[in-house]
């Protein structure tokens, strides 16, 4: 089965620098998807960036960018200019096929003004 | 906006009582879940559907059940409710084709606190 881990429950950064979360996962397939989730006090799970395992490139969404090592199994994000908003629970989450979601047991982010 | 919601946010049980956790979402979703969230545990799939009528068991299917007769609706079931199933649970939706691969929706969750 595939599995994700995510080694630092907790991470603090200062306001307007760069932090960077961890992210390792465990698949035999060559085809997946990975995915970062971000979960506010409010609980609402928010997407924050998805990554196809064919595409070599790392994505990237405004602050928000991985790190995506395929042979590693490695997938980072970096949060730049961090605010203080993007304190949460980050999630880093796995797919292949057809099946569901599978969740790391997260980490969480505190930004200290 | 899309959405999926959860009937409750914060709900208050016996042990032994029966409980319905209800979500119902908007968007024409084929495929929905339910998750268990605990502290230093992350999610958890309890049960999933990918269609009406249809469920698969997730990793910790015990002492749940689900109901899905209508497309836009399911419904997670404690057939007797216990203290260690107090918890948060989230609800998530998607589409089972290719934009499936954008991810889940997820409803805001319902805190369940069995006494």
């Known amino acids: 089965a595939q599995t994700v881990t995510q080694s630092q429950p907790e991470m603090s950064v200062q306001e307007a620098e760069t932090v960077t979360l961890s992210c390792t996962y465990d698949?035999?397939?060559?085809?997946?998807?990975l995915f970062w989730y971000k979960q506010p006090p409010s609980r609402q799970m928010i997407l924050v960036i998805r990554?196809?395992?064919?595409?070599?490139q790392n994505a990237t969404e405004n602050r928000f960018s991985v790190n995506f090592q395929k042979a590693a199994k490695s997938f980072s994000l970096k949060i730049s200019d961090s605010q203080l908003g993007d304190a949460a629970m980050y999630f880093c989450?796995?797919?292949?096929?057809?099946?569901?979601?599978?969740f790391g047991k997260g980490t969480r982010l505190s930004v200290i003004a | 906006d899309v959405k999926v919601t959860q009937s409750s946010r914060y709900l208050v049980k016996r042990t032994g009582e029966k409980v319905f956790l209800e979500c119902v979402q908007d968007?024409?979703?084929?495929?929905m879940f339910w998750y268990r969230q605990d502290p230093g545990l992350g999610l958890r799939l309890i049960y999933f559907?990918?269609?009406?009528?249809?469920?698969e068991k997730g990793d910790i299917p015990e002492g749940y059940s689900v109901s899905r007769e209508k497309k836009e609706r399911f419904s997670l079931i404690l057939e007797s409710a216990s203290t260690n199933q107090t918890s948060m649970y989230l609800c998530?939706?998607?589409?089972?084709?290719?934009?499936?691969?954008?991810?889940?929706?997820f409803g805001s969750g319902t805190r369940l606190t069995v006494v």
């Open positions: 559907s990918y269609d009406v009528k249809m469920k």
């Open positions: 990554q196809e395992a064919y595409k070599q």
């Open positions: 998530a939706s998607r589409f089972s084709g290719t934009d499936g691969n954008y991810g889940y929706t």
């Open positions: 698949t035999s397939e060559s085809d997946y998807y």
């Open positions: 968007m024409d979703h084929e495929n």
């Open positions: 989450a796995y797919k292949s096929g057809n099946t569901p979601l599978v």
